[in-house]
């Protein structure tokens, strides 16, 4: 079982910075993609930023400028650099991350999420 643990969520002022972080641990051979989603109340759940193992990103229209997404694979770990916050980036923000585990002698693959961080952003 892979785990993910996300910090950092807060209440921070509009214009200001907040920092998220995400951990992985637990079973896992090789984490390749990791990335940070976010969902509001009567809304899909959508893609704010993702990383590639190779270390290519991407990120949604809507903060692309404002938010980096970063990685330092040594600690399994995915950071969401969030600057010039906005009321409209208010949400719960969950980590996800995909990679393979050794079960016996079999490599599968996993996906899982975070239990997400609450991020508010008042005006």
């Known amino acids: 079982q892979v785990q993910l643990v996300e910090s950092g969520g807060g209440l921070v002022q509009a214009g200001g910075s907040l920092r998220l972080s995400c951990a992985a641990s637990g079973r896992f051979s090789s984490i390749n993609d990791m990335g940070w989603y976010r969902q509001t109340p009567g809304k899909q759940r959508e893609l704010v930023a993702g990383?590639?193992?190779?270390?290519?990103?991407n990120y949604a229209d809507s903060v692309k400028g404002r938010f980096t997404i970063s990685r330092d694979n040594a600690k399994n770990t995915v950071y969401l650099q969030m600057n010039s916050v906005k009321p409209e980036d208010t949400a719960v923000y969950y980590c996800n991350a995909g990679g393979k585990y050794l079960s016996g002698f079999t490599v599968r693959d996993f996906r899982s999420w975070g239990l997400g961080t609450q991020v508010t952003v008042s005006s």
């Open positions: 990383t590639s193992g190779g270390g290519s990103t």
